[in-house]
Nanobody
Framework: QVQLVESGGGSVQPGGSLRLSCAAS????????MGWFRQAPGKEREFVAA????????YYLNSVKGRFTISRDNAKNTVYLQMNTLKPEDTAVYYC???????????????????WGQGTQVTVSS
């Protein structure tokens, strides 16, 4: 059983930045891909970003490309999501997810992940 604990959410003005962190435990972190999803009020949960076990492959939702960066530190069992130039439409609960495998052929989807964190709120508002 994988435990995922997110941190780093909060409130920020448009154009601001936040960095989310997700600490993982319970299985060998370095052999599994990791990712982030988000869910805005009244909307379905959507994929945001993912990173393969080595960090060699990354995937992003089109609307966050160039603004968000996913990274991982296998020595610290932690995955990060650096979010820059935040927009009001980025407001959502962000969930850290752990993959069923170390890498994917193409962008992963909802069923490619088997463990979820409790979520952290990100609010972008003036």
């Amino acid at each position: 059983q994988v435990q995922l604990v997110e941190s780093g959410g909060g409130s920020v003005q448009p154009g601001g930045s936040l960095r989310l962190s997700c600490a993982a435990s319970g299985r060998t972190f370095s052999t599994y891909g990791m990712g982030w999803f988000r869910q805005a009020p009244g909307k379905e949960r959507e994929f945001v970003a993912a990173i393969s076990w080595s960090g060699g492959s990354v995937y992003y939702l089109n609307s966050v490309k160039g603004r968000f960066t996913i990274s991982r530190d296998n020595a610290k069992n932690t995955v990060y999501l650096q979010m820059n130039t935040l927009k009001p439409e980025d407001t959502a609960v962000y969930y850290c997810v752990s993959g069923r495998r170390g890498y994917w052929i193409g962008q992963p989807g909802f069923t490619d992940f088997d463990s979820w964190g409790q979520g952290t709120q990100v609010t972008v508002s003036s």
